[in-house]
Nanobody, 119 residues
Framework: QVQLVESGGGLVQAGGSLRLSCEASGRPFSSYAMGWFRQAPGKEREFVASIRWSGGTTYYGDSVKCRFTISRHSRKNMIYLQMDSLNAEDTAIYYC????????????WGQGTQVTVSS
């Protein structure tokens, strides 16, 4: 019943910034972690970042570790992805995902939001 809805994607100039949001709709749910993935045309899906609810531990893919920041809302099942120093290689569809407590992996996915970086 839980659905994830991404927002904030769009067109941005190289070197610019963008913030993505992911909101869980429907019934409240308990998450072990939430994260972001991306997929560019002709490429495999790539892990971007994730965050644990307990303690807020974060993880990043090597290609974005120094430029992107994942965070969570203090009261809602919502996460953000602050994207700085964007370049053309960041162009992709970005997907939000959630891992429920007790699940072995991400089992809930959003429909994605497109990020296009022009140069």
């Amino acid at each position: 019943q839980v659905q994830l809805v991404e927002s904030g994607g769009g067109l941005v100039q190289a070197g610019g910034s963008l913030r993505l949001s992911c909101e869980a709709s429907g019934r409240p749910f308990s998450s072990y972690a939430m994260g972001w993935f991306r997929q560019a045309p002709g490429k495999e899906r790539e892990f971007v970042a994730s965050i644990r609810w307990s303690g807020g531990t974060t993880y990043y893919g090597d290609s974005v570790k120094c430029r992107f920041t994942i965070s969570r809302h203090s009261r809602k099942n919502m996460i953000y992805l602050q994207m700085d120093s964007l370049n053309a290689e960041d162009t992709a569809i970005y997907y939000c995902a959630a891992q429920k407590v007790g699940a072995s992996g991400y089992n809930t996915w959003g429909q994605g939001t497109q990020v296009t970086v022009s140069s």
